[in-house]
């Protein structure tokens, strides 16, 4: 009699972003006359770069010829793509990948809940609090994460790291020694980051009691301020300790082109043993590879026109950040991030909890953010907005909040 | 202290297509002067049909400007490719599927890997021997296999189910009660498949056991007889224990594009828990979907033009398949297999292991097929030869091995 992974059953409610969707589509259903603003998922809206656009047809057109169809591709992704991702992301901040250290995937979500797999399910994980709510559910779908407590909002086996305005949204290091470390920087969702010197100490730390770091770097191209890291093996020592992830989605418009890469050195050992070969088996065995065209989509971020391209689409959310962050600002919020990543942090006002501010929102002013609740227990009493929505949107947005 | 999990130390060698692979990779270096034809992994080499290409073109298109841009796709796929699917796969045959029930995802290979998550781990797996490789080394990953035996090359906690010529290639209901059961038809590696009547058995056996069948139907565009079941869901009571996996790779030329998906039929529960919602969990939580343009693409198949097109790509494989049966007949070889399958399962000559005959054709013929040990104890002394090579490729192998 099959018996099902109970650790499933354990999984509170929704997935978070899924929950949302079906409370906005229901209001639309119920109020079709009103114009609802989404700044709550974090995806974008301007349309791909002309040179992604130009790169995608040449493509599209060798899949369409017998000498230059492609079929699947080489496990850990084309070294065409492999190697300017080296030469772009890590050569040029002075930092030594080799190519068989970057594995093309399919945007970072895959890995981002995947990765957990290469460890053993008596690890004990530690997560920022409030946090991107993969890193906890796939850890308790593997089985790691212990029971909930509905009155904590917390897994019994996973250490909650505060990221609040006292630290600086940077977490301090924990009284219990975490086995795996989930860290986000510039960070989903509080908009902040972490500089240089602060990354260094994480890394030393997980160097000295031996656990691995899961660095999501997802938002790395929104980095504005000189001593933020963006990878970070700027850090002595983290090729020892940090598998790394990256991804297109944001930083060049991909979310629904979906490509990304995660970074295993060689160096780096859990059980004594190289990590970098049991991930190639993982993708050996489980997945079959990221498209052709995807693939070249990529490749063409790095030429000199997309690297060009690419900057104005960042600038122009960035643009969109800037301008929520001051018309919340004169509205009398306070307000966190925007500077370094594409998320403005807000504590919600009145003591409203972060549903309450959710509805209030939807209801008063037809705008979809996302509770803080939702991202974990020192979340509540703050709501999440995205610079990911048009300037007009947005603009329009900020009115809307201001009157309110 | 980070701890591996030490299963995946337990795989066995690399994963086989890769170890050919390198080998293969290998000869060529020491071998430049010699034309190598690749009858080994099942990777199609016709382009894809002129239909596809126009729908991908048009859609790239939607990609480049702001009012038909498209970022994240919905959690579980597009309504639009949902919608064909169910008419153009199911509806046609009789059989009600429910949008719900529809998963796109990235090609076969993902979920055919991550779907035993869905179990506890202490369930019992049946697999056919031989077996596509990715069934057991998921479940070794995932802990549920037991150990190894070198020298029975047998997992202790697998079901081992012989499928030989005595048997038609159809396993017997196994002795011992198994928990999982995959089955594959048209079967990769033996290009032989199962009549209705059959599969109806093993539906049946399933339902009485509280099995749950996981049903890979990656070639059911190949199948040409008659009494040949195409879905899983032709058979009574199916939607109660099966969930069914299927591909564009095969039937459409896709392995570069990467496009599949799955059936979890609402009915289907294990220890009383309806699975479906729990794997639209997974898509949500561990899956960001698959690129617009791709399913987009998927679309394009199932318009009259797509069948057409398509139907004259799977024809020309059949062909080669066709071809390669007789030569390889003429030629004295036991062949099996290659009518509802893309694939020729061939007995070794002279007592040979699989391996044996893999370096002796790949030296004395310079034609590179795949071990059928490497899918199982019970493929020793078999070989597996694709038809997805060029025709012109294909009748030259047979000719190079008919001068052997």
């Not at 492609?70 to 992301?89: M, Q, T, W």
């Not at 290469?118 to 906890?136: E, G, R, T």
């Amino acid at each position: 009699m099959c018996k099902v992974n109970d650790n499933y059953l354990k999984l509170q409610g929704r997935y978070l972003f899924s929950s949302i969707g079906k409370k906005v589509a229901k209001f639309k259903e119920n109020n079709p006359d009103k114009k609802v603003i989404s700044l709550g998922i974090g995806d974008v809206t301007q349309p791909l770069a002309p040179v992604i656009i130009d790169t995608l047809h040449k493509s599209v057109d060798e899949m369409g010829h017998r000498d230059t169809f492609k079929g699947y591709a080489p496990d850990l992704g084309y070294e065409f793509l492999r190697s300017v991702i080296i030469n772009g992301d890590y050569e040029s901040r002075g930092v030594d990948i080799s190519i068989d250290e970057v594995f093309i995937n399919d945007g970072i979500n895959s890995d981002a809940g995947n990765i957990q797999e290469l460890f053993s399910i008596d690890n004990k994980v530690a997560v920022c609090d409030p946090v991107y709510p993969v890193y906890v559910d796939s850890n308790v779908m593997a089985g790691r994460a212990g029971t909930y407590d509905k009155a904590t909002q917390m897994w019994s086996n996973v250490i909650y790291m505060p990221c609040t305005p006292d630290n600086n949204f940077v977490p301090d290091i924990p009284k219990e020694i975490p086995d795996i470390i989930y860290l986000c920087f510039p960070n989903n969702p509080t908009g902040t980051t972490i500089t240089k010197d602060k990354l260094q100490v994480w890394v030393d730390y997980a160097n000295k009691v031996k656990a691995v770091i899961i660095y999501d770097a997802a938002y790395e191209a929104y980095i504005s301020e000189d001593n933020a890291a963006h990878t970070i093996y700027e850090c002595e020592g983290a090729k020892k300790c940090a598998i790394e992830l990256k991804s297109f989605s944001k930083s060049s418009g991909f979310t629904g082109l979906r490509l990304g890469y995660t970074i295993v050195p060689k160096e780096l050992k859990c059980s004594e043993v190289s990590l970098n070969p049991l991930w190639a088996r993982h993708y050996g065995t489980k997945y079959n590879g990221t498209p052709y065209i995807v693939q070249r989509a990529g490749e063409a971020v790095y030429t000199e026109t997309g690297r060009r391209q690419i900057k104005k689409q960042i600038d122009y959310y960035k643009n969109n950040a800037k301008v929520m962050l001051e018309g919340l600002r004169k509205a009398g919020y306070s307000v966190y991030g925007g500077v370094n990543a594409p998320y403005i942090w807000l504590k919600t006002p009145n003591n409203m909890t972060s549903w309450e501010f959710f509805y209030y929102l939807l209801e008063k002013a037809n705008i979809v953010g996302t509770p803080g609740s939702g991202f974990g227990p020192v979340g509540e009493g703050y709501f999440r907005l995205t610079a990911f929505g048009t300037y007009e949107n947005t603009l329009e947005s900020i009115e809307r909040i201001k009157k309110l």
